[in-house]
């Protein structure tokens, strides 16, 4: 595997399940994200991770909790979730979480709340 | 005002043509800028990024930075239907955050 992988790639879930998202990157990078993508809207930023350590969670919902067990690795719990947060979910990671530094992008699960 | 702004398109030119995509962005203290192209149903992918005023070439993409006047753009010469897209542009704010425009969706003509 190369770049950064999401698993799964699509995902239908009901308001009262509990499901995760899973993203890896294979680049040695340090820093990592979640992002979420709604037709019409620009990219938001939803978390930030840089060296295991959560530097930024842009005001959401607690009914996602992300987890970064290692710098390789990133999950989205996901749970009582609303129909308006179906949405492409991209993860992405970047040598350094600083200014500089460009970010790459997995291929983004798709996720529908019935 | 929105952190970046960008015109959504459609932008249709035709194959052969140059492509201009523009982007203005409100904070002065940006620093970096990068280019994506993102296909329908495919994840963005990084094109061009830019630090410093003036112009920087790659191939067919020439990225254009104005600190002044707080505008980016992209230029594709001999635009090819492959390059048939939506370009985002996306601004560094703060640390941490990265600001992304709406895009513009680019459809080059046969």
């Known amino acids: 595997e190369t770049g950064v992988t999401q698993t799964p790639r699509h995902l239908v879930m009901g308001m009262t399940n509990k499901k995760s998202l899973k993203c890896e990157q294979h680049?040695?990078?340090?820093?990592m994200y979640w992002y979420k993508q709604s037709a019409k809207k620009p990219l938001e930023l939803m978390f930030v991770y840089n060296f295991k350590e959560q530097t930024e969670n842009n005001s959401v919902p607690s009914r996602f909790s992300p987890e970064c067990p290692n710098s390789s690795h990133l999950f989205l719990h996901l749970h009582t979730l609303q129909p308006e947060d179906s949405a492409l979910y991209l993860c992405?990671?970047?040598?350094?979480?600083?200014?500089?530094?460009?970010?790459?992008f997995g291929p983004g699960t798709r996720l529908t709340v019935t | 005002q929105k952190e970046v702004e960008q015109n959504s398109g459609p932008l249709s030119v035709p194959e052969g043509a140059i492509a201009s995509l523009n982007c203005t962005y409100s904070d002065r203290g940006s620093q970096s800028f990068f280019w994506y192209r993102q296909y329908s149903g495919k994840s963005p992918e990084l094109i061009m990024f830019i630090y410093s005023n003036g112009d920087k070439e790659d191939g067919r993409f020439t990225a254009q930075l104005n600190k002044a006047s707080q505008y980016v753009s992209l230029l594709i010469r001999d635009s090819q239907p492959s390059d048939s897209a939506t370009y985002l542009c996306?601004?560094?704010?703060?640390?941490?955050?990265?600001?992304f425009g709406t895009g513009t969706r680019l459809t080059v003509i046969p």
């Open positions: 680049l040695g990078h340090n820093a």
């Open positions: 996306a601004v560094p704010t703060g640390a941490n955050n990265l600001f």
């Open positions: 992405a990671s970047s040598q350094g979480s600083g200014s500089l530094y460009e970010q790459y």
